[in-house]
């Protein structure tokens, strides 16, 4: 089967929204948030349901279904990814559509947050029935998205591909071309220098910031790594590159180990030619559960929510937790995390940097002129370091976790762009 049905919401503690909401209620009680703001924060601006006809190869006809959350418009226009997976459910698009409003706004970025996702399982589609899928897609959101409405970009299984069709897509029903519809494009049709590898590099760059912190040292600091695909494997590539030590990579199908250090390079070949990262020459396989437990400086879950839960807290055994993913923790596994002393960068900051430069292409296509790659990363280092600085330093002036000093910077932010704008009627 193609099309996966719709699923029902889960109840439970593996439901994102839950630890969304959970984690927002959080904050906006320790801000003293007024109930009427909360109320607004906790309803997203716009939900959108689209079935999506798609003529399959063979003949037949398959019916997908995507959804589009556009959680706040309060700081600009909504922004966030497109994720393709068989799992995707309308609670999770939600999560995640709230948890980028809070990431523009730690950021500082003009943004409101939004988040698609269509149920499928793109292993089993064709490139030619992806193209159609998307281009549906994007014909059934035409109304709803725009630059400056709302600007999709890439996420899980989706990439510079699927962002051209929809700008493509799009600019054909506008009836000109608009690049800055969606970010995360080729650099040919407007896409920025950088913004493949940002989500990698920003998530290196704050780890950095907190082994500062914690006074450990590049050279020695040894470095765990779930997920390889555009976050994981990018953030493997640069830190192995910079002199960090990548002593395992994690999958879902188990763990590549070893202690003096990965070659990132041959493992990524290796995985090309054959498809998993496991039976690497050069490395000794694990389990899954092995890899993530195991004695290391940085643990960076990099792929899927839910990594981390209440269940299994307690075994991690790294310093630093830099949550490259959105959601890898849920919301039981943070009081676990606290106790243990782990040094959490939360995902609204430390894997900020992908939107970051999604909003320096954004610019770009609106001024008609590129920067040099140089340019790009110094300024996205730039507001992540900055970023970092203003979390950790609300953190020891409130007295709370870097979640949730990020969580208030954020609320406290786009609450006041709510009070500023008022309610309109
Ligand atoms: N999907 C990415 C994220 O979760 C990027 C979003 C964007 O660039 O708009 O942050």
Known sequence: MIAAAEKPPMA???????????????????????????????SPSRELTVHIPVMLDDGRIEVFTGYRVQHSIARGPAKGGIRYAPDVTLDEVRALASWMTWKCAV???PFGGAKGGIICDPNLLSPGELERMTRRYTAQLYEFIGPEIDVPAPDVNTNEQTMAWLMDTYSMRAGHTETAVVTGKPI?????????EATGRGCMVVTQEAMKR????????????????????????????AGFKIIAIVEYDGTVYNEKGLDIRALAEHRKKTGSILEFPEGQDLSRDEGLYLDTDVLMPAARENVITSENAHKLRCKILCEGA?????HLADPILRDKGIFVIPDILANAGGVTVSYFEWVQDRMGYFWNEQLVNDRMEEIMINSFRDVVAYAEKHAVDNRTAAYMLALDRVAFAIKLRGIYA
């Open 107 to 109: 950021t500082n970025l």
């Open 12 to 42: 439970d503690e593996f439901n994102p929204l839950l630890s969304a909401e959970a984690r927002l209620d959080n904050a906006a009680k320790l801000l003293g948030l007024d109930d009427g703001i909360l109320k607004v924060l906790r």
């Open 214 to 241: 914690l006074g450990l040292e590049r050279a020695s600091a040894r470095v765990v790594i779930q997920g390889f695909g555009n976050v994981g494997g990018m953030a493997a590539r640069l830190m192995s590159r």
């Open 188 to 196: 040919d049709l407007g896409g920025s220098r950088g913004r493949t």
């Open 326 to 330: 959105n959601g890898p923790s849920t």
